[in-house]
Structure formats: structure tokens, C-alpha cells
């Protein structure tokens, strides 16, 4: 059997589980519908003008990933989620 590369192996270490990877996060469905949409229409061509709404889109994301876990540099889901508000719906 061969041996897997380095590649392979640094991407088993990534897809490796950590604790807490299957635990809910506290989105909303209009959030998680209004990250479809934004990232949508950055898909579909509309980058210069969404590109900031796919950070704010992320940092929503992460905020709620990593609430309560002591992580720095990241906003509290409410702050993220005003953030991502401001931002009107993609037509």
C-alpha cells in the first residue's frame, strides 16, 4: 500500500474531529439564509461590491463557532449579527 504524501497527510489532520465540531451553533434561519444570499451574489460575479459583506458574513460564522470558548479577536455574536444587518438583501 503506498504511503501518503505530506498533503495528504496535513489534510487528515484537518478533517481530524475536535471537541465540539458537531455542536449546534446559534444561528437563526434569516441569518443563515441572509449568508446564502450574500455569498450568492458574491458567487455570481458581485465581489467588489460584496466583499464586505462576506467578512461580515464570516465574522458572524465565527462568532457564533467560538462563543463562550475564550477565542480573541473575534466579535460576540450580536455585534456580528448587527454587523451582517446592515447590509441589504441581495436582489
Known sequence: MDQPTPD??????????????????????????????ILDAYARGNQQLYYDAVLDARNLLL???????????IPTPADAGAHLDRWPWPT
Open 63 to 73: 462568532a457564533h463557532a467560538y462563543a463562550g470558548r475564550g477565542a480573541t479577536g
Open 8 to 37: 495528504e497527510l496535513r489534510q487528515q489532520l484537518l478533517d481530524a474531529p475536535l471537541d465540539g465540531d458537531d455542536d449546534a451553533i446559534g444561528l437563526t434561519r434569516r441569518q443563515a439564509v441572509k449568508i446564502a444570499a
